[in-house]
């Protein structure tokens, strides 16, 4: 009697419901696996049942091109649907992404019933791996000093967004003949980790670099080779008109390296690139399709079956623009001035182009290259993000530009571009503007006030903290309405609400992206007040030790305070520096003051 009472009990309370089950072709791609693997560990105890089932499509549908998917439910089946291997790990990440921002553990918990495809084909992020914001010793700021761990992380990232390519622009070289370059040898490692990992998940990789850059060693070896500039960076490039022996010597290692790259794209002009020699401004453009021709090559004799990408990178501007301060070299060398048309002109159309948008037009009397190469017809032309990380220090700190992101994009599509390309100095601290550009490159009629839900339900799993969030972003959003700070009380208002909010967030969820957000916004308070006109020096000082302080307190910032070995008024002078270069909030479109400029001489002398 006892046995049948408990068989009783055992059947009326029922076996534990399963979780929530993904079924996956064991023999799919690796690009379509792990995308389920990782809704798996999302789904891991949720003890929802049902299932979640990978459909291809017998026949193409129009409706879902090549990279789109359908995600349908009823009852407790759910299925994604799709033309190709993309589109089912496509659609796998936006079910996991839509449960990450709804904070759902069941994905029944929703009715699904989306239908998406991408308006561009190409959705990539441009990875600049060097110590930009002047970080040093330890830091895992910038890329520059990542573990294979950090790059993981940050591809997961982009993946999870469906961007299908990653770049990364080496300003670091490795050349084994060379043991200067030692050190890098572990870099590269790292990098080629990176772009293996990136394949597997259905993304391809962009090697990128400027053409005639070498490393620092040769550079100083060859005093007459290097190129004559007189640009806005400095950097460790020959003249191609004289040295080009030795650049293809220095670079064939690299290319050896990285030959399982699917792209492979070099810029002419900037990191120093630049030359304005007179071997090379009788015709720049011969200069430039010769560099093309031997990287080709190079890529051929060392087995790789890469694409070239030409990185126009307002070519105008670099050799008409900037050479303009160089006396008489305008009346020299006139053909200069029809540069871009003649690159246009003699480039085979066959190879991709690559350029900034006009929209906006952050250097002023731009051409719009990407639009002349569309009726060109070159055969694939994408813009690139510029927008998203100009050079300045300031630029390291949360900024989400909606308005200036959501131009820019919707310019790319009404121009019917190919793809649009992210750039990205220092991801920790741009999560906000990377979530804008990956949402816009799959969707560019998001609008900003969808664009800030998804992002506080992104970042947070408690409603208060999602409130919390949303405001935040809508105060540094409406903070950096210019590029530049506004030293207002209005504007000291904004930023110091967005740091509490955040502060307030973070401390009850586990998201490490907030909580780099909120150690980073936390300085823009600071550096705000060191911009407001009348500033004593006495004040100058409380605020800098204050902002100084808190570099030991917030792991994202240690690289630029004092958890490194090192002299503690070392420490001082260099947060000294930092602080000067983020307060005066220089813009491209900015021109400096007589005040700054006299100061700066100032300090040169």
Known sequence: LEMAVVVACLTSMGAATPDTEVKC????????????????????????????????TEAPQAELGDEGYAITSSGQTITVRANSDAGLANGVYTLLRTMLIENLRSPFDRTWDVLEKPVFRIRSMMVAPYSFGGQHGFSVFSPDTWAFKHWKDYIDYLRLFNLNQLGIYSMRLYDPEIPETWPNKERYAIWKQAMEYAQSLGMEFTWVQTANHVHQETWWQYPDLRTEHDSVWTGCALCYSKGRDVIRKT??????????????????????GACYCDACSRDQAAVFLRMVEDAQQTLREVGSKADFVFWNWALGFWYSSIPAGIPDYLDRYPQVRQIQDNVFERLPKHIRIEDLSVVPNVFGGQRDTLKEAKERGFQTVTMFGYLMNPELPLFMFPQPRLKPMIEMIGHAKALGLDGVDGYRLAPHGRVLNDFVFMRLAWNPDLTAEQLVDEMAGYLTSNPDNRAKVAEAITALDRYWQEPHIVPTPENLALVEKASRLLDEAKAGEPSRQLEYLADLACLLPGIHRLTTPGISREEAEAVKSAMLAETTKRYILQGFGGTDYQW?????????AFATMWAPGHALAVPLTNEVRDAEKGADK
């Open 568 to 576: 503690v008024q070392e420490t001082r002078m260099y947060f000294n």
């Open 25 to 56: 072709d064991p023999q799919a791609p690796s690009a379509v696996r792990l995308a389920c693997e990782r809704l798996r560990e999302r789904l891991r105890g949720n003890g929802a049942g049902g299932t979640i089932r990978l459909t291809r």
């Open 251 to 272: 670079q064939r290692h690299t290319f050896e390296f990285f030959k399982d790259a699917d792209h492979f794209m070099f810029m002419f002009s900037d990191g120093g």
